[in-house]
Every structure is written in structure tokens, then in C-alpha cells.
């Protein structure tokens, strides 16, 4: 099957149990799923059961998908995504994103646990662009043409517009909001102090193993991306030693923080 077939078969697929025309989609990192408890009117189905899907493997990672309303907008949210280290294809990793255009979604808002270049644990980022460190590219291979062209523009991958109004929300709730770049390489080691040495001269104010891959497919497809990163440690050589325990517990303390912005900000997009 080609890959356009796939995405086809998966859409009727969804639209079979209900799921059609979400205006957004929602990618929920590490321990950040928990927003998709509170959708209304849910339809929701296990991964296993979707055609053409990955599994995810990651603790702190569901594995369902959760459609309905969210602060009155239709939203189709991944408890849950695939990561490239889990061993999966790049064409997995970004399946869904394919997908929740197909379905007829205009935005997706992408959400990631990420080690902070200057910022520290509990912080809060809109990402205002990435790094491609992953030395992966996921458009590699034939071009969807019926999704966007050959060589897609990156310039406004992270919509300005979008993040204008996460900051315009986040000060009217109080919440701190910082702004920054995201850098992407695979993992799943976290990085060694010398990379987050050369990572700040970059310009990365954060490091993660998600996203990119995800920004990718979505600003091809002409899909507007909202990024937010929870800042979950000081990234490599900043702190004492790095483990997914802390990654876990921090996103634990700041998820209400978290879950309220994008609640406050879905009804404003
Ligand atoms: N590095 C990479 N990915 C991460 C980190 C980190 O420090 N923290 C959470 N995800």
C-alpha cells in the first residue's frame, strides 16, 4: 500500500467511528495526556485497533486517541505519540499528523516535555522555531503532492499569529511564558554537556527527542502549529544528572498550568 493509500484507509477508518472534521489536532507529550481526559463527548479508540498505526512505549504515554469537544472546538487529541528512538519509521512517527489533515484539521497544537538551555524546571515555552538535529528528514522519499509541494517553506512553521495569541492568554491567566527555540535530535540518550555547550552558541533554548519530525509533515501540509514546551530539567552539564523520574515529576507539578493554557488558548484560535 502506498502511504497515501494508508492515510486514506485510516481516515474511513475514523470517520467509521464518528471521527470527522476536527478543527484541531493535539499531540500530548510525556505526562501532558491527561488533557485529553477532558474532552467532551468523546470517542476514543486504542492505538492497536487503528490500521496503519504505531504503538507507543514510552511510561507517562497512553496510547489512544481522543476525539470531541475541547473549550468548543472539535479537536482530536494523541494521548501519546512515536518516537523515532522507539525504532519507529519516520513515516510512523508522523502518520497521525497526515491523518488529522486528511480529516480536515486547519492547526495542530504540539506539546513536548524538553531539557532547558537557560530556561529551568517548570518553565512553561512557546516554541518560536526548531533545530534540526535529528539528521532525519521525515519528507524524505516521494512527495505527497496532494498535500503540499516538493520544497516546503520552514519560515512560519510555528505560526506567529498562533503564538501571539498563546502570550496574549497566558498573561491574561497569570501564566509565565517564556519563548524560545527548539532543538530536535533523536535521543534516547539525553545529551552530553559538551552538545549543550554547542547547542546555546546555536541558539536552542531547548532540547527535546519529539517534535520536529511532527512540525515537519504539519507545515508541508500547510497544517499552522502551535509548540509548547514544559521545560522539565536543566538540560546536560546545568544540573547535577538527567533521569525520566524527574522528566515525569515535573511535568506532574506544572500539568494544570499547562492543561488551563491550552484550554484558554483553543478558544481563541
Ligand atoms: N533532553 C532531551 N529530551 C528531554 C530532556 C532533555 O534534557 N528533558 C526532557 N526531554
Known amino acids: 500500500m502506498t502511504l497515501l493509500e494508508k492515510i486514506i484507509e485510516t481516515k474511513d477508518f475514523l470517520a467509521s467511528k464518528g471521527i470527522i472534521q476536527p478543527e484541531f489536532g493535539l499531540i500530548l507529550g510525556s505526562g501532558l495526556g491527561e488533557l485529553a481526559n477532558e474532552i467532551e463527548n468523546a470517542i476514543s479508540v486504542d492505538y ?44 510512523v512517527v508522523t502518520f497521525p499528523v497526515r491523518v488529522m489533515k486528511a480529516l480536515g484539521a486547519s492547526g495542530v497544537i504540539v506539546t513536548n516535555a524538553a531539557g532547558g538551555i537557560g530556561y529551568g524546571p517548570g ?29 516546503p517553506d520552514m519560515s512560519d512553521a510555528y505560526s506567529k499569529a498562533y503564538r501571539e495569541k498563546a502570550h496574549a492568554v497566558a498573561d491574561k491567566l497569570g501564566i509565565e ?48 502549529v502551535l509548540g509548547i514546551s514544559a521545560i522539565t ?34 478558544a481563541e484560535l
Open 48 to 91: 492497536a485497533d487503528i490500521p496503519n498505526w504505531g504503538r507507543s512505549t514510552v511510561v507517562g504515554h497512553a496510547g489512544k486517541l481522543v476525539y470531541g469537544e475541547l473549550s468548543g472546538r472539535k479537536v482530536l487529541a494523541l494521548q501519546g505519540r512515536f518516537h523515532f528512538y522507539e525504532g519507529n519509521p519516520m513515516e
Open 123 to 151: 518553565t512553561l515555552m512557546a516554541i518560536s522555531d526548531h533545530i534540526n538535529l535529528t539528521g532525519q528528514n521525515p519528507l524524505i522519499g516521494a512527495n505527497l503532492d496532494d498535500f503540499g509541494p516538493r520544497f
Open 177 to 224: 511564558l517564556a519563548d524560545g527555540v527548539y532543538l530536535g535530535v533523536t535521543g534516547p540518550t539525553y545529551e552530553t554537556p559538551a552538545e549543550i555547550r554547542a547547542f546555546q552558541t546555536m541558539g536552542a533554548q531547548a532540547v527535546g527527542m519529539s517534535t520536529v519530525p511532527e512540525v515537519i509533515v504539519a507545515a508541508h501540509s500547510g497544517l499552522k
Open 233 to 266: 530539567n536543566f538540560a546536560a552539564g546545568f544540573q547535577s544528572e538527567l533521569n525520566h523520574e524527574e522528566v515525569v515529576e515535573v511535568t506532574e507539578r506544572i500539568k494544570e498550568d499547562f492543561k488551563g493554557l491550552v484550554k484558554a488558548v483553543l
